[in-house]
């Protein structure tokens, strides 16, 4: 049938109707901070891993730790989002192969253990003389801090493995929701990968790294940054080959409401101008250092932000 | 559950009997009227539905629950059980229909087929106030079913099968 299309309905719940909002600012925040921790633990651990002679500043030495303060946030902001909240530990009562969600609280849990082990091989001997010479702590610390540094090249692999199960999740959470368009494609897992490694080396970028760990980080952000753009520009193609839902969440990114805040906000500010500032830098030191990693964090955190929103409010009653 | 979109007069008595039968709250509703009307003046058409969940073949709701609240009841309803449910909202995302919401307790609602009813052997609330008949409810595994015979002798849609998730409430045309 041709023509117009008149549509009354009278279901009018809250958080679900005109617009799905079932998810506030608590989700991003969340995403967010995940993809930051993951980019953390897994830039800190390759370093040591491929360069295991050379020595490292303490801040890299305390960042796993820095990690998992991040990390707690994000899981308050995780928290908060729950609308029964003493029912929280019904996650750890159940693990649902088919739910991202599930997969996530059991990657969280292993990632406090993983990045505690990996923080403390990290410490340097004074900083461990510190901790011992605490009374309480010695006995638990002592057999850690020696199991973490005997299987030391085990504990910086599981931290990559976690960091990458932790960033390709993030994604995923919402990759496999397949009844908003927007969120159904396959890239999601990767890019938001792709954006923690990013974001995490931003952040590593606003602390005192020696001239060989700051070479290193810039080099991983350079490269995240490009794998970003190209997984963007895929998921764009994606949606432009596929059906009308993944035309309409073309269009929200193309001409509809999020066009403006995705290109200027994430494309151009979030990754075109530190990119290019990070390639310039290398030759001569731009003033305003910290600029670019500013712009990657804020774009980092845009993209969520964005991409929560327009899935929102990309459904398929937009096509009855 | 089939729909009778031709007797459908759209007076929502299937809303109200819910709401009481399962004490929805106040701004909530587990099932819904759509009114549609398709086409070019003087050529129109019509179509009043009344909806709800869909109690899905493949329910993606249910996949993307984290401690199976969410599950599939004997008979194939789909269900949320409360105590279990901690309200992280990830089967509303799920579901391409919207059919939930999240109750003002914190637990996740939606319609139950009213399985306590059909227990006692009772048709869901909707289906018994209906005055015009336009709703059936049965088993769609039995072909003596009522609504196996009305499959079989009309013609009928459902919403969105582009989802993939098979969804059992069928629109007769
Ligand atoms: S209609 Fe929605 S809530 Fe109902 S079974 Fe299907 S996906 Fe689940
Ligand atoms: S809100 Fe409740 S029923 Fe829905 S996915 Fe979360 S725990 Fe499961």
């Known amino acids: 049938m041709t023509g117009n299309l008149e549509v009354v309905t009278t279901r009018h719940n809250a958080a679900i109707d005109p617009v799905l909002s079932a998810w506030g600012w608590e989700i991003p925040v969340y995403l967010f901070l995940g993809g930051l921790v993951a980019g953390l633990l897994i830039l800190g651990a390759l370093y040591e891993l491929l360069h295991p002679d050379r020595p490292r500043s303490r801040a890299l030495r305390a960042m796993p730790f820095a990690a998992l303060g991040l990390l707690s946030l994000g899981m308050l902001a995780l928290f908060l989002d729950l609308a029964h909240k003493l029912h929280v530990y ?87 929701l397949a009844a908003r368009p927007q969120w159904n494609t396959a890239v999601l897992g990767p890019l938001f990968l792709a954006s923690g490694l990013s974001t995490g080396a931003a952040f590593l970028l606003f602390f005192r790294l020696d001239e060989r760990e700051h070479g290193f980080v810039v080099r991983w952000d350079v490269g995240a940054i490009v794998l970003e753009l190209l997984l963007l520009g895929a998921m764009l193609l994606g949606f432009a080959a596929g059906d009308r839902s993944a035309q309409h969440a073309l269009y929200h990114l193309l001409g509809g409401p999020w066009t403006s805040a995705f290109w200027s906000l994430v494309v151009f500010a979030g990754l075109l101008v530190p990119l290019a500032m990070e390639l310039l830098g290398r030759r001569r030191r731009l003033p305003l250092a910290a600029l670019a990693p500013a712009l990657i964090l804020a774009g980092g955190f845009a993209l969520r932000w964005i991409l929560l929103a327009a899935g929102q409010a990309s459904s398929f009653r937009e096509f009855p | ?172 045309e």
């Open chain 1, 90 to 176: 019904r996650f750890y009562l159940a693990f649902r192969w088919t739910s991202p969600m599930s997969w996530g609280s059991w990657i969280l849990l292993l990632v406090y253990p993983v990045g505690f082990l990996h923080g403390l091989g990290s410490l340097d001997p004074a900083q461990r003389e510190t901790l011992l010479a605490r009374r309480a702590l010695a006995p638990f610390l002592r057999p850690l801090l020696r199991w973490a540094d005997g299987a030391r090249r085990a504990v910086l692999k599981a931290s990559v493995v976690a960091g990458v199960g932790l960033g390709l999740y993030t994604g995923l959470l919402l990759g496999t």
């Open chain 2, 1 to 172: 559950m089939t729909v009778d979109t031709r007797l459908c007069v759209a007076c929502k008595a299937c809303v109200l009997a819910c709401k009481a039968e399962n004490a929805v709250p106040d701004g909530f509703c587990r099932d819904w009227l759509v009114e549609e009307t398709r086409g070019e003046f003087p050529d129109l058409h019509a179509q009043n539905r009344s909806e709800r969940c869909n109690h899905c073949s493949e329910p993606p709701c249910v996949d993307a629950c984290p401690t199976g609240a969410s599950h599939v009841a004997g008979g194939g309803a789909v269900l949320v059980t409360h105590d279990k449910c901690t309200g992280c909202k990830a089967c509303i995302a799920a579901c391409p229909y919207d059919a939930r919401y999240v109750h003002p307790q914190g637990w996740v609602d939606k319609c139950t087929f009213c399985l306590h009813r059909a227990r006692r052997g009772e048709k869901p609330a909707c289906v018994s106030v209906c005055p015009t008949f336009c709703l059936e409810f049965g088993d769609l595994a039995d072909p003596d079913s009522d609504v196996s015979r009305r499959l079989r002798e009309r013609r009928y849609k459902v919403l969105h099968p582009e989802t993939g998730c098979g969804p059992n409430v069928y629109f007769l």
